[in-house]
């Protein structure tokens, strides 16, 4: 990453796993304040992990992480890891984005309201409010889950495979949305295999049996990947 850059979250020699098993290895890494981050990599290489560790919910068996963002992180799940069986709309969904911000009544104010009306808006799910969240299609319960993830206007906001499985429309449009947010000055990863997708972020960090093995900034600049692919 250009030295010059503002991080809003850096890694030194952060190692994490589950119980016995290490999954992220030394990982050190600089995620530029503002920007849109790609990580990518084989199933199992500790994408997931690396999110959860960068959302503050998985805690690093060694290593530092040091913040700069200023606001608690959104961490927006993979659309499968949430049950069909919830019985929640659209728009409570949506609206569990503002639990952080509620006063001390729990009450949602005429400004969280406005929030997640806005949101749903931006994700155009407006006209879906009123349905149960399990009642929709994959790519509409992802924008549901981003609309839930805006909500929280947090400065860093992290995805796990915003897109996977989604039609090319549907992955555009989330795509589009994730870069008008970086324009915003929002610090965005996302962990995705599209490598179209990847090469659209400003910043990529290739992660392999949990190290990052290159790194890359620009869009789609393969001969940067190249120049910066790190030893091991
Ligand atoms: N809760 C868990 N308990 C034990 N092992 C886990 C757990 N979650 C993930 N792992 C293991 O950690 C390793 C890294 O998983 P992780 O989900 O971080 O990878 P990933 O790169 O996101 O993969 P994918 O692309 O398939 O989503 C895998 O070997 C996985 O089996």
Do not use: F
Not at 66 to 72: D, F, K, P, S
């Amino acid at each position: 990453m250009n030295r010059s850059t503002p991080t809003a979250v850096t890694l030194h020699g952060v190692s994490a796993g589950y119980g016995r098993t290490a999954v992220l290895e030394g990982v050190d890494a600089a995620v530029p304040a503002g920007r849109a981050t790609a990580l990518v990599g084989p199933n199992g290489s500790g994408k997931s992990t690396l999110l959860g560790v960068l959302a503050g919910v998985h805690a690093p068996d060694s290593g530092r992480v040091e913040r700069r963002h200023l606001r608690r992180p959104a961490l927006v799940v993979q659309r499968s890891a949430v049950s069909d069986a919830l019985p929640v709309t659209v728009r409570e969904t949506v609206a569990m984005g503002r639990w952080e911000h509620l006063g001390p009544w729990r009450r949602p104010s005429a400004r969280d309201r406005a929030v997640v009306a806005g949101c749903m808006e931006r994700l155009d799910i407006t006209d879906l409010a009123d349905r149960p969240l399990g009642a929709l299609s994959g790519g509409q319960r992802q924008r549901v889950l981003l609309a839930q993830g805006l909500a929280q206007q947090s400065d860093l906001l992290l995805l796990d495979e915003p897109s996977t499985g989604l039609d090319t429309r549907a992955q555009g449009a989330i795509q589009r949305v994730l870069e008008e947010v970086a324009a915003e000055g929002v610090t965005v990863v996302y962990a995705t295999h599209d490598p179209e997708s990847a090469a659209r972020a400003d910043h990529r960090l290739h992660l392999r049996h949990g190290r990052i093995t290159a790194e890359a900034e620009g869009r789609s600049s393969r001969r940067t990947d190249a120049a910066v692919e790190r030893a091991g």
